[in-house]
């Protein structure tokens, strides 16, 4: 069956780095358009990167332009989520999302991530 596995998430202090992985299985990875949304308690889920199937396009939140950068390995099916200079506004748990076409949809269980001196 399908599977969205979250890893990477933790407690980091403001300024600092981590890694996000998103392994996927059960379905044509490569055929996916890939994102990493967040959402923190009494907040909406929001978009903070996407990247294309084919180009490898990628889009940021405003919010996380020039900090974050979103990667895909087709060949391990793997999405990546490099977060740099993070900032207490950056906490919350963090989720992966395949998107073929808008009709097929698959999200991960979610990994949290605290940002906290």
């Known amino acids: 069956q399908v599977q969205l596995v979250e890893s990477g998430g933790g407690l980091v202090q403001p300024g600092g780095s981590l890694r996000l992985s998103c392994a996927a299985s059960g379905f044509t990875f490569s055929n996916y358009v890939m994102s990493w949304y967040r959402q923190a308690p009494g907040k909406e889920r929001e978009l903070v990167a996407r990247i294309t199937t084919s180009s490898g396009s990628t889009n940021y939140a405003d919010s996380v332009k020039g900090r974050f950068t979103i990667s895909r390995d087709n060949a391990k099916m793997t999405v990546y989520l490099q977060m740099n200079s993070l900032k207490p506004e950056d906490t919350a748990v963090y989720y992966c999302?395949?998107?073929?076409?808008?009709?097929?949809?698959?999200w991960g269980q979610g990994t949290q991530v605290t940002v906290s001196s």
């Open positions: 999302n395949a998107n073929h076409w808008n009709i097929w949809l698959y």
